[in-house]
């Protein structure tokens, strides 16, 4: 229920200084600020300056740094505030386990499973920013929103769309989903030439505005590649059922293609804000101050087939969901570490699929998660085949 004067809704952002914290936070000042929303706590991790301002910015009750080396910095940034500062681990899952009605989780790669997963146990809606939570631990934690009685809203721009265009009332004729892709600073580079780029190149994407992680996962295709693990389980459809095409305006966020050939689409100018206000006032719209789309201006619509050759990533999601189990938490965790080992200088760009699919075919026996023990155990031997082939 969107919230009114009579009413606030309290908030949590998890991962506050990231790009899609920031746009929350940009997003609520719009619809009212204060005025409207309470905010409980925003987490963030080394940025304790930017954790602080804003924090202060929205009134919110608890700033935590998942960084406890930079406890000090940030109660000292708090001081005179009234705001509580907290620090590491233990204080990031009070702030997810806290009395938020709505908790955007947006905390980058694994580190933000746990977190996100104790907000849901909570009951409160979640926002799902964190792609990771669904790729690790999909069924696990789709039946961990259900019992605790919220809903799960998708942010992806992508899976917005998706979310968007489902009609509640014919999900049983749903033909297929279409994820659509940028296709990346690279869409048009030979093998040859990715091979020796760097990730201050791989980090420019033509459209978006992003971090760092989702940049070059952009880049790689990654990014993609989760999101196509991550759409079966949202939307409960069969793995054959997911297409990705490569639309480089990123006008359309993602379609849904129906039994009667009708597909639906979802439109708009590249800003992630659309996709968090619609998740923040669902299932009503609201007011945002963002571009709209000028369709005389629009000279163009392109669309092509992605060639898994030169992004082998999304070959490797279809590989995960096939096999099913914990394929998916092996490709999340081999990527992350390929990942900070190409950030770092001791991989090349494209050695991050190969790492990936290696160490995917190696934990090929690892069973459904029964619980999440087996999650985060798969996780861990994934980290640790991969840093092995890195060396």
Avoid at 22 to 28: A, E, K, Q, R, Y
Avoid at 31 to 53: F, I, M, Q, S
Wanted: proline fraction near 3%; glycine fraction near 10%.
């Amino acid at each position: 229920m969107a919230p009114d004067a009579r009413h606030k809704r309290r908030i949590t952002i998890l991962g506050s200084t990231g790009s899609i914290g920031t746009s929350t936070l940009d997003v609520v000042r719009q619809l009212g600020g204060r005025e409207r929303y309470e905010v409980l706590a925003l987490t963030g991790n080394g940025n304790v300056d930017l954790l602080a301002a804003q924090a202060r910015d929205c009134g919110a009750r608890m700033a935590v740094t998942a960084d406890e080396g930079r406890y000090g910095a940030l109660k000292d940034a708090l001081a005179g505030s009234g705001i509580a500062a907290a620090a590491g681990r233990d204080a990031l899952m009070e702030a997810a386990s806290g009395e938020a009605d709505w908790v955007m989780a947006a905390i980058v790669g694994t580190a933000g499973l746990a977190p996100t997963l104790a907000a849901a146990r909570k009951g409160a809606d979640i926002a799902l920013a964190n792609k990771e939570c669904l790729v690790s631990a999909g069924d696990l934690f789709v039946d961990a929103v259900a019992r605790g009685g919220g809903r799960l809203i998708p942010v992806d721009s992508e899976h917005s769309a998706i979310f968007q265009a489902l009609e509640d009332d014919q999900r049983h004729a749903v033909e297929r989903i279409v994820l659509t892709a940028s296709g990346g600073p690279f869409r048009t580079w030979s093998r040859e030439q990715m091979a020796g780029v760097t990730a201050d190149i791989a980090r420019a994407h033509p459209n978006w505005s992003m971090g760092l992680k989702i940049s070059i996962g952009s880049a790689s295709m990654f990014n993609k590649a989760l999101e196509m693990i991550e759409a079966k389980h949202l939307f409960d459809v069969r793995p054959d059922q997911i297409e990705v095409v490569v639309h480089p305006q990123s006008i359309i966020h993602s379609m849904v293609g129906y039994v009667d050939g009708s597909v639906l689409a979802q439109l708009g100018a590249p800003d992630m804000r659309t996709a968090i206000g619609y998740a923040l006032t669902y299932p009503e719209r609201s007011p945002l101050n963002v571009e709209r789309l000028d369709f005389a201006k629009l000279s163009r619509l392109d669309f092509e087939a992605p060639d898994e050759v030169r992004f082998p990533a999304l070959r490797l999601a279809r590989t995960a969901l096939e096999r099913g189990g914990l394929q998916g938490a092996v490709m999340n965790a081999a990527e992350e570490v390929a990942f900070n080992a190409f950030v770092g200088g001791r991989i090349g760009f494209l050695a991050m699929a190969d790492i990936a699919e290696q160490v995917m075919d190696r934990l090929t026996h690892l069973p459904a998660a029964a619980s999440m023990d087996d999650v985060f155990a798969a996780d861990e031997e994934a980290r640790r085949v991969a840093a092995g082939l890195i060396g």
